[in-house]
């Protein structure tokens, strides 16, 4: 027989980061969808941004570049200032820091995470002369309170100078290695699309190896997708292709990585987006015990040229099957609307609440506003 403290000492040991917001569901809502309470404000950026990095060690969040464009001057302003907040007891964000500023201001770069190591790549900025695409790698160090040492710039720079892009570090048997998927860059008069990935073994003290293009190339060059470490896979979400009405991509590849760093072939997830989707945030939600079942979520974006999303899309991923046919529908949650659409933004997960950071929607409002909604998983 249980003792009577049985569910209590199982909330206890239940860790925070997979606890159900069950108020948050509502009696209409099904049990099958994430049920999200309303989003809430959060301290906002010193300045409105838009194409920022944004990703989370722990508690800690940063965000990093970006740019806003200011129409009444016709300035494109870009940024090289890091942002630091971090998730207190009470799950809300502290008022951001400013930490130290990475080299070169720009947009459409990407940060990740490896150990006390947060690395920055690639980007772009522009003149009214030039477009620049960036091949470096800076990093800076973690220090214990979350608070960053000053950048430097790595010898190893990406062979490919490449924007809107997505960058992930993952471990494996021989070592961490950081991964730079897709993107967008210049080949003479040319925008174009890239359908690679680079990979670069992490060594000690935030160290790169050489750069190396991987042999399998993802279907389809793009922009802007979403790449995420799962289960040990990449999945990479939706982006944006060379022709602008057409090559919006409603597709999720996966790949695994091998113990050595290179990449087996990608595969197409017979689940597709509810829509093409460009511009957008994802964030994969583990749960590795209790009832939640992990899921993928995607925030706003852009479905196609001029039109921006507000919702959120979801997808449970099953236990008990290998990636990619563990990857269920995608669907539009029911409730967890942003008060407007808009893309170019960042998002980031921590204990349960969802983190949406800056942006800019289709009247050309650039955002420094920072929502944050709990949320119950709920049940595939």
């Given at each position: 027989m249980k003792p009577l403290y049985a569910p209590l000492l199982a909330a206890l040991i239940l860790p925070a980061a997979f606890a159900q917001h069950s108020d948050c569901r509502q009696s209409w809502m099904p049990p099958d969808a994430p049920a999200f309470c309303p989003f809430e404000p959060e301290p906002s950026l010193p300045e409105a941004r838009t194409y920022h990095a944004v990703t989370n060690a722990g508690k800690n969040v940063y965000v990093a570049g970006g740019y806003q464009f200011t129409a009444s001057t016709g300035v494109v302003t870009y940024y090289n200032s890091v942002l630091l907040s971090r998730v207190g007891a009470n799950g809300r964000l502290g008022v951001w820091s400013v930490e130290p500023a990475f080299a070169t201001p720009r947009a459409g770069t990407a940060l990740a995470q490896a150990g006390n190591c947060l690395f920055l790549g690639g980007g772009s900025s522009s003149t009214p002369t030039s477009l620049n695409y960036y091949d470096d790698v800076q990093f800076a160090r973690i220090q214990a309170n979350g608070r960053l040492s000053a950048w430097s710039t790595s010898p190893a720079r990406l062979k490919t100078p490449r924007s809107n892009h997505s960058l992930l570090a993952m471990s494996g048997d021989q070592g961490t290695f950081l991964y730079a998927v897709a993107g967008v860059t210049q080949i003479g008069p040319d925008t174009v699309h890239l359908d690679n990935v680079e990979v670069a073994k992490i060594g000690n003290d935030c160290a790169l190896g050489p750069w190396q293009i991987a042999n399998f190339h993802i279907k389809g060059g793009r922009s802007s997708p979403q790449a995420l470490a799962v289960r040990k896979h990449i999945v990479t979400?939706?982006?944006?292709?060379?022709?602008?009405?057409?090559?919006?991509?409603?597709?999720?590849?996966?790949?695994?990585?091998?113990?050595?760093?290179?990449?087996?072939?990608?595969?197409?997830?017979?689940?597709?987006?509810?829509?093409?989707?460009?511009?957008?945030?994802?964030?994969?939600?583990?749960?590795?015990?209790?009832?939640?079942?992990?899921?993928?979520?995607?925030?706003?974006?852009?479905?196609?040229?001029?039109?921006?999303?507000?919702?959120?899309?979801?997808?449970?991923?099953?236990?008990?099957?290998?990636?990619?046919?563990a990857l269920g529908r995608w669907r539009i949650a029911p409730t967890g609307k942003l008060p407007n659409g808009r893309a170019g933004l960042g998002a980031v997960e921590v204990d349960g609440r969802l983190f949406v950071i800056g942006g800019n929607d289709a009247a050309g409002v650039y955002y420094r506003d920072v929502l944050s909604a709990r949320f119950d998983a709920g049940r595939p």
């Amino acid at each position: 027989m249980k003792p009577l403290y049985a569910p209590l000492l199982a909330a206890l040991i239940l860790p925070a980061a997979f606890a159900q917001h069950s108020d948050c569901r509502q009696s209409w809502m099904p049990p099958d969808a994430p049920a999200f309470c309303p989003f809430e404000p959060e301290p906002s950026l010193p300045e409105a941004r838009t194409y920022h990095a944004v990703t989370n060690a722990g508690k800690n969040v940063y965000v990093a570049g970006g740019y806003q464009f200011t129409a009444s001057t016709g300035v494109v302003t870009y940024y090289n200032s890091v942002l630091l907040s971090r998730v207190g007891a009470n799950g809300r964000l502290g008022v951001w820091s400013v930490e130290p500023a990475f080299a070169t201001p720009r947009a459409g770069t990407a940060l990740a995470q490896a150990g006390n190591c947060l690395f920055l790549g690639g980007g772009s900025s522009s003149t009214p002369t030039s477009l620049n695409y960036y091949d470096d790698v800076q990093f800076a160090r973690i220090q214990a309170n979350g608070r960053l040492s000053a950048w430097s710039t790595s010898p190893a720079r990406l062979k490919t100078p490449r924007s809107n892009h997505s960058l992930l570090a993952m471990s494996g048997d021989q070592g961490t290695f950081l991964y730079a998927v897709a993107g967008v860059t210049q080949i003479g008069p040319d925008t174009v699309h890239l359908d690679n990935v680079e990979v670069a073994k992490i060594g000690n003290d935030c160290a790169l190896g050489p750069w190396q293009i991987a042999n399998f190339h993802i279907k389809g060059g793009r922009s802007s997708p979403q790449a995420l470490a799962v289960r040990k896979h990449i999945v990479t979400i939706g982006g944006w292709g060379d022709l602008d009405l057409h090559d919006v991509y409603d597709d999720v590849q996966v790949t695994a990585p091998r113990p050595d760093g290179t990449l087996a072939p990608w595969q197409t997830s017979p689940a597709r987006l509810t829509s093409g989707l460009y511009g957008h945030a994802s964030v994969f939600v583990p749960s590795p015990q209790g009832p939640q079942a992990p899921m993928l979520l995607t925030v706003g974006g852009q479905p196609g040229t001029g039109a921006y999303a507000n919702w959120i899309n979801y997808n449970y991923v099953q236990r008990n099957e290998s990636l990619p046919d563990a990857l269920g529908r995608w669907r539009i949650a029911p409730t967890g609307k942003l008060p407007n659409g808009r893309a170019g933004l960042g998002a980031v997960e921590v204990d349960g609440r969802l983190f949406v950071i800056g942006g800019n929607d289709a009247a050309g409002v650039y955002y420094r506003d920072v929502l944050s909604a709990r949320f119950d998983a709920g049940r595939p």
